[in-house]
């Protein structure tokens, strides 16, 4: 409930916010929050509103899922063993610096104008955030766990499920949960131009028309989207790292 009650007063801030700039700007640029909110409620009845969102939340899904496989499995694999992060992080924390976006032509160009370019291009920025972290995470597990499992018999087996992913976990979710506003902020960019569906081509469409209310309307969708991601992804960081939050209560 109190959760709720914070939601609900951010909620009337930005609204009170958004109708003083609406004043100031003229209204123009600009629309009323209620004509916006309006105007989005009037499109959400629509096939079309949703067909762009589902586009834009596909991507986002398949971006960020991708990105978990692959990032997290070798940010443990590099945190745990010594030899293959000499190797590989180097590699990482040289390439980490440089803004990906700017290989999206490429990606165009190599895997074509469909979801696969889109997807492979955000999964493969927040893929980043979440090795980084995972790797981060691993290393800095005292070495008194390891030595804990190897006193009672444990093997290698014991020391990747009860020492390595329970802590590398936290890392990589939250990661994930603080990602989930730049793959959001990716998803518009990728969408903004060689397609003809998502949340960010109704936006850039909308804009090129000046139809500044429809605008608001694919931007209210995708705020919400980006709101919906990071929920799921506190969620099911709750649900799977539960011994984190039960320590918290007691």
């Known amino acids: 409930m109190k959760g709720m009650l914070r939601y609900a007063v951010v909620l009337l801030v930005l609204g009170l916010l958004w109708k003083g700039a609406a004043i100031a700007l003229g209204g123009r640029i600009l629309p009323d929050p209620l004509e916006a909110l309006s105007a989005f409620v009037q499109a959400a009845g629509t096939a079309a509103f949703w067909k762009h969102f589902g586009a834009s939340a596909w991507r986002v899904l398949?971006?960020?899922?991708?990105?978990?496989?692959?990032?997290?499995?070798?940010?443990?694999?590099?945190?745990?063993?010594?030899?293959?992060?000499?190797?590989?992080?180097?590699?990482?924390?040289?390439?980490?610096?440089?803004?990906?976006?700017?290989?999206?032509?490429?990606?165009?160009?190599?895997?074509?104008?469909?979801?696969?370019?889109?997807?492979?291009?955000?999964?493969?920025?927040?893929?980043?955030?979440?090795l980084v972290t995972t790797r981060d995470g691993v290393r800095a597990i005292h070495p008194r766990y390891f030595d804990s499992i190897r006193s009672i018999g444990g093997g290698k087996r014991h020391l990747l499920f009860d020492v390595l992913v329970p802590a590398a976990l936290p890392h990589g979710f939250t990661s994930l949960r603080l990602g989930t506003g730049v793959a959001v902020a990716v998803l518009f960019f990728v969408e903004s131009f060689a397609t003809t569906s998502g949340l960010g081509y109704l936006i850039m469409d909308a804009w090129g028309a000046m139809d500044y209310v429809r605008m608001f309307?694919?931007?209210?969708?995708?705020?919400?989207?980006?709101?919906?991601?990071?929920?799921?992804?506190?969620?099911?960081?709750?649900?799977?790292?539960?011994?984190?939050?039960?320590?918290?209560?007691?």
């Open 217 to 250: 309307t694919g931007i209210i969708g995708m705020s919400l989207l980006g709101a919906a991601l990071y929920e799921a992804a506190d969620c099911l960081e709750k649900k799977v790292c539960r011994w984190m939050f039960l320590r918290k209560k007691s």
């Open 62 to 130: 398949a971006a960020m899922g991708l990105a978990w496989i692959t990032a997290f499995p070798l940010g443990l694999f590099m945190g745990s063993v010594r030899r293959v992060d000499a190797m590989l992080a180097p590699f990482v924390f040289l390439t980490y610096p440089i803004p990906k976006i700017v290989l999206l032509p490429v990606f165009l160009l190599v895997l074509g104008l469909g979801d696969a370019s889109k997807i492979v291009m955000i999964s493969l920025i927040l893929g980043y955030q979440i």
